[in-house]
């Protein structure tokens, strides 16, 4: 059973690797994002019949956002309403030191009501461990939309009655992670990956 669920994010993590950055689709509140269909690219013939050597352009890395609210849509952040930010309360937040954004949508006099996003940067090696360990020891369900590689769950708070949950989205080298307790605005990662990657 483990071997084949490190199969299956192993394989997921090689399709994104090897497609490209699409457009985001669905978010977080309830309904998970359906996988897109990657596009097909017909290989050109050389022109000449003796192929000679050029440099490989090396893609641009991604660069990390650096304003919470910059990487959402208006209905995201209408969603969010009157939530605060990144309010001191809840420890370091904003952008830290190595560059990795800290969103923490969270009332101080709330019980349990927020969700904080880290994005960071992750290489393959890495992020393959994780999804897979969170796909094996904690029942993920992980798919392929967008161009990368997703992984969510929701799970009843121990003390509310309340949903919470965790959405990781990883491409190109930057993984998106939020957890979350009672509050999933609809189309939040997918507003995220598109500020990101579009």
Not at 142 to 153: I, L, N, S, V
Request: glycine share 10%; charged share 15%; proline share 8%.
């Amino acid at each position: 059973m483990k071997a084949r669920s490190v199969a299956a994010v192993a394989a997921l993590l090689l399709i994104a690797g090897l497609t490209g950055c699409g457009a985001a689709s669905d978010g977080d509140g309830g309904s998970s994002a359906s996988p897109s269909p990657s596009e097909s690219e017909s290989p050109t013939e050389s022109a000449s019949a003796s192929p000679t050597p050029s440099p490989t352009p090396t893609a641009a890395a991604v660069a990390l956002p650096t304003d919470c609210r910059a990487i959402l849509s208006e209905d995201v952040l209408s969603q969010l309403g009157e939530t605060p930010l990144n309010d001191a309360a809840f420890g370091p937040s904003g952008v830290g030191p190595n560059g990795t954004l800290t969103c923490i949508w969270r009332d101080p006099g709330a019980d349990t009501t927020g969700l904080v996003t880290t994005i960071e940067r992750m290489n393959r090696g890495p992020a393959l461990d994780l999804l897979n360990d969170l796909a094996d020891t904690e029942g993920f369900s992980c798919f392929t939309p967008d161009g990368g590689t997703r992984c969510e769950k929701t799970w009843q708070n121990e003390q509310y009655p309340v949903t919470d949950g965790r959405t990781l989205f990883w491409l190109d080298d930057i993984l998106i992670d939020t957890q979350y307790s009672n509050l999933a605005p609809t189309g939040y990662t997918a507003s995220i990956i598109a500020s990101i990657f579009d």
